[in-house]
């Protein structure tokens, strides 16, 4: 593993993208890069405030807009959970860097929503929290060079299950 490259994760919200993330870069001694954050900096508003005053189609066009416009550079990529709906965003994720999915199982993800109801998650109203796991799993399988699963261990444990799951994939 390197400071030069580029790691992208994806996963369902509550899947600890930020949280796994953030201690990646710093073991790595690189970037850190919450797209999340960087929609709601443009849109000086959270996520949940963005679905709220427009709808979950607009805060995917803002993530594919914010995810094609940034510049890719040595770093550990946080994104939003609906960034699989994207083709293009993806093409580009694979292609610049080593996509991993950070797997929780169903369980897992309500259990950690449940601690930050607030979380804007992209979907229809109409669909429940099991549907859209349902829906986005196949998704992030397809896009993955690397799974780790998220439900059990510290942050810690799983950032160093994470590392050795890539340099075992450089090898």
């Known amino acids: 593993m390197s400071s030069e490259q580029v790691i992208s994760l994806?996963?369902?919200?509550?899947?600890?993208?930020?949280?796994?993330?953030?201690?990646?870069?710093?073991?790595?001694?690189?970037?850190?890069?919450d797209t999340d954050i960087l929609i709601?900096?443009?849109?000086?508003?959270?996520?949940?405030?963005?679905?709220?005053?427009?709808?979950?189609?607009?805060?995917?066009?803002?993530?594919?807009?914010?995810?094609?416009?940034?510049?890719?550079?040595?770093?550990?990529?946080?994104?939003?959970?609906?960034?699989?709906?994207?083709?293009k965003v993806m093409a580009r994720l694979t292609s610049a860097s080593t996509v991993v999915y950070l797997s929780a199982s169903l369980d897992t993800v309500e259990f950690r929503i449940s601690l930050a109801p607030d979380r804007g998650i992209a979907s229809s109203k109409e669909q429940s929290l099991a549907d859209i796991y349902r829906e986005r799993v196949p998704l992030y399988e397809r896009w993955a060079a690397v799974t780790i699963s998220v439900d059990d261990g510290t942050p810690e444990a799983l950032v160093d299950q994470l590392i050795n799951a890539l340099d075992a994939g450089s090898r």
Not at 11 to 32: C, E, I, Y
Not at 47 to 73: G, S
């Open 10 to 33: 994806i996963g369902f919200p509550g899947s600890g993208k930020s949280t796994l993330g953030v201690l990646l870069a710093k073991r790595l001694g690189t970037d850190f890069v």
């Open 40 to 87: 709601q900096n443009q849109e000086k508003a959270t996520l949940a405030e963005i679905i709220e005053r427009r709808d979950h189609v607009y805060l995917r066009q803002l993530e594919e807009q914010v995810l094609l416009d940034m510049p890719i550079h040595p770093s550990v990529i946080s994104t939003g959970g609906s960034v699989v709906y994207s083709p």
